[in-house]
């Protein structure tokens, strides 16, 4: 295993952990834009040209994209947060330079009018979907509420209104402003030939224009309170939480997601003995959120109306124990155990080793094996524990809770 990297005169970085006994290789472009990085004119735009990306170059129409993706036998996919766009795909070793190729076409897309408008529609009818499906918008009205007016709290999706209003000019000018080279990040993991990689890539990608993107990364001010959102139709109801966290350049980080492993992991969690193993929910548990800047911790639970009320109060009276009693020892122990087995059993997919040398540049870390990731956790103290829940008091939070309850209140 040799992890190799090279930077291109325009500032493309290029990275890769390369396994000569893997039997497949992966690769994506990280770029280092997303919801944070618009205004509320065009909210959604990262999203909606991620889409654009494979609907056709001035070398290839949307159909070729795709046909040379499914005859390279490739798994392939694009996503997009608030803080990145990634575009991936994981293939055959002897496809690299075509993947590499294909990957590097598509990231100068065509924006044809055509092919706009009707992917415009197709947005519009995501974002509606997704707000007929549970939690119905939550996620994205707790973000709002809890990030305010900080950059973060805008939704990925976006609203109808601004996709509608949306232009081919508008996305590229986007464009313009957010993708240079020295924005963008090319990971590679698995059975990887570096030289010709860099190679390919300098052909392909060496004519890009650089420029020097902008980022806001301020601390968010952020907002506590109570939100109740009535959904009729809902059979279940779903309580949501975000309280403060630690950014992505605050050592803390691990240790919180220690912390989050020990409150909020599926099994044998805080959580899972106070509502899953007890029949008082479906479903609930927690995460980290980390971001340039800012930070959250967020605790969701899925539970039938009638013990949503008592569930609040619950909740509640956990993350007041925590807070004044702390964590023992034997859950410490038991979290970094399971850590450490999930960090190495998904070392073994080249996919997972692609995304997490990727993540560490979108985060501006250097890079870490899986190893020295595995020794970090290993290392993380109960003193370490108890800091992070006094810098971040789980009770002190924005709760929105969405479904057919009325008359929920937050708990005395």
């Known amino acids: 295993m040799e992890y190799r990297q090279h930077r291109l005169k325009n500032g493309l970085n290029i990275l890769a952990e390369c396994n000569p006994q893997a039997y497949t290789s992966a690769f994506g472009f990280f770029v280092r834009t997303g ?9 959604g735009v990262s999203h909606f040209l991620e889409h654009m990306v494979f609907k056709g170059t001035p070398n290839r129409s949307a159909a070729q994209v795709n046909l040379e993706l499914d005859e390279m ?7 997009t947060g608030e803080e990145s766009t990634i575009y991936h795909a994981a293939v055959l070793p002897e496809f690299q330079g075509q993947v590499v190729e294909l990957l590097s076409d598509i990231m100068r897309p065509s924006l044809r009018v055509d092919d706009f408008e009707t992917e415009k529609q197709v947005i519009i009818e995501e974002i509606k979907m997704y707000d007929d499906q549970p939690p119905y918008g939550g996620y994205e009205r707790m973000m709002s509420e809890f990030f305010g007016k900080h950059p973060l709290g805008q939704s990925v999706l976006g609203t109808v209104e601004s996709v509608s209003g949306l232009t081919p000019e508008s996305m590229m000018s986007y464009f313009e402003e957010r993708y240079s080279p020295s924005n963008i990040c090319f990971a590679g993991a698995g059975k990887i030939d570096f030289d010709k990689l860099v190679e390919d890539l300098e052909k392909h990608c060496g004519e890009w224009t650089p420029f020097s993107p902008k980022r806001s990364t301020q601390t968010a001010d952020y907002q506590s309170g109570f939100v109740s959102m009535h959904k009729p139709n809902s059979h ?21 997601a220690v912390l989050c492993s020990i409150i909020g992991d599926d099994s044998g969690s805080r959580l899972y003995w106070e509502f899953l193993d007890s029949g008082l929910a479906e479903s609930a548990g927690m995460g980290g959120y980390d971001y340039q800047g800012s930070g959250a911790i967020m605790t969701f639970i899925c539970c039938s109306p009638d013990q ?8 509640a009276k956990l993350q007041q124990s925590i807070r004044k009693d702390g964590i023992t020892q034997k859950e410490l122990n038991l979290a970094k155990r399971k850590i450490a087995s999930h ?27 899986v190893a020295e990731i595995a020794a970090i956790y290993e290392s993380i103290t109960l003193d370490q524990i108890h800091e992070a829940i006094e810098s971040y008091p789980l009770d002190q939070n924005m709760t929105v809770t ?4 009325e008359n929920l209140v937050a708990p005395d």
């Open 35 to 43: 919801a944070r990085d618009e205004t509320s004119e065009i909210s």
């Open 73 to 79: 036998g490739s798994s392939s996919n694009a996503r």
């Open 236 to 256: 279940q109801q779903y309580i949501l939480q975000m309280a403060a966290g630690p950014a992505s350049s605050q050592e803390i980080r691990f240790a919180t």
């Open 308 to 315: 949503a009320q008592e569930n609040l109060s619950r909740l």
């Open 343 to 369: 960090i190495v059993l998904a070392s073994e997919r080249t996919n997972s080793r692609m995304f997490s040398i990727g993540s560490q540049w979108l985060s501006e870390e250097s890079f870490k094996t």
């Open 402 to 405: 969405v479904g057919p309850c």
